[in-house]
């Protein structure tokens, strides 16, 4: 662990919630239509999280951050020491590039079936796990089956626990979202293995941390994982809107050892924190309309069963180079939908 005066937590306090935002997902299979593979769409600038659980890594050079950075967001239900090792259920690719000043995010399924370096094939949310249990380090091995599958460099990454969202959208003192529909999920699980049922009207709503991360995770619409991806982006936009125009940072700075203390375990990054304060800064300075979001969705993919019975997605080579190369190209086409 980091330690840090309040004023430097503080700000790393509020730069993990944009991540833990987007790291609330649901972990039921893909089952609804999804979105075209690329939406671009005006997004918050991101914000990188901090380092509480780090790993050892080389000290970046003066030009290390000249050149495009990417940093791979993993979202899991782990519930700390001691608990058994879930597979992860987000999977985020983000690519800054600074000198072009925009930003790439791309969303992986989590059902993806493909190889994993030292293990064979499976799917690709079991590479941190699998990282773990084998000694190549959970972070390590996710970035490298994530890198092998897209055809680019994954150099750092991020895991996120759902127990941090809760923790960092109550520190803002929740959200506002205009709920779009009335959504009704009796079988919303808790946290052990029975049901939290959910219920939530349409209107303008103010959610606390756990009611915002069941809005996130939910599937129970008509929309299934389309209604949830846009969800996940409104309270995105809403967080961080709530965290801008109220100029919320002195409160944090004021609650920052307690905040911190609770998200100790909640977090693991092989960054440091000088290096994230800088990926930070730079994705800061981005405007919102070059930022494009993304997903390897069913155009890229196909459902296919395993010999074991399991429900997996098959990766459409062709359809995900192209995707790639059209993400990834400098400089691409940003087009607003609004």
């Known amino acids: ?12 306090i509020a730069t993990l919630l944009t991540l833990c935002v987007l790291a609330a997902c649901s972990t039921a299979r893909q089952a609804m239509p999804v979105p075209p593979p690329i939406r671009i769409t005006p997004t918050p600038t991101f ?3 901090a380092s509480i659980k780090t790993q050892p890594t080389p000290v970046p050079t003066p030009q290390a951050h000249s050149k495009p950075v990417t940093l791979l967001l993993l979202g899991v239900d782990w519930r700390g020491p001691g608990s058994e ?6 999977l985020m690719l983000f690519y800054l590039d600074q000198e072009a000043r925009r930003i790439v995010i791309l969303s992986i399924p989590r059902d993806l079936y493909v190889d994993i370096p030292g293990h064979g094939q499976g799917r690709i949310n079991t590479a941190y796990a699998l990282g773990e249990r084998d000694g190549t ?3 390590a091995l996710a970035c490298q089956t994530v890198s092998a599958t897209l055809g680019i460099p994954v150099q750092h990454a991020v895991l996120v626990d759902f127990n941090a969202f809760i923790t960092l959208v109550d520190a803002i003192g929740g959200v506002e979202v205009d709920v ?3 959504i009704a999920d009796p079988h919303y699980p808790d946290s052990g293995t029975g049901y939290d049922p959910f219920y939530l009207p349409a209107g303008k709503q103010h959610l606390d941390g756990a009611t915002a991360l069941k809005y996130a995770r939910t599937r129970a619409t008509s929309g299934g994982d389309f209604d949830r991806t846009a969800r996940q ?5 809403a967080a961080r809107d709530r965290v801008l125009q109220l100029d919320l940072l002195p409160s944090l700075i004021n609650r920052a050892p307690q905040i911190w203390s609770t998200l100790n375990n909640a977090v693991e990054t092989n960054l440091p924190l000088a290096e994230l304060a800088e990926l930070a800064t730079a994705a800061a300075q981005v405007p919102s309309d070059r930022i494009t979001s993304a997903a390897i969705d069913q155009s890229c993919t196909h459902v296919w069963i395993t010999p074991d019975g399991a429900h997996v997605l098959l990766p459409d080579r062709e359809a995900i180079r192209i995707l790639v190369n059209h993400l990834f190209a400098t400089p691409p086409a ?3 939908t609004e």
């Not at 330690?3 to 700000?11: C, I, T």
């Not at 982006?233 to 936009?237: A, D, F």
């Open 47 to 49: 914000v990188l999280a």
């Open 1 to 12: 662990m980091i330690r840090s005066g309040p004023l430097e937590s503080a700000k790393v």
């Open 180 to 182: 779009p529909y009335p």
């Open 137 to 139: 380090g959970g972070l």
């Open 334 to 336: 940003f087009v607003s």
């Open 233 to 237: 982006r409104q309270l995105v936009l």
């Open 85 to 90: 090792l879930q597979n992860t259920d987000t």
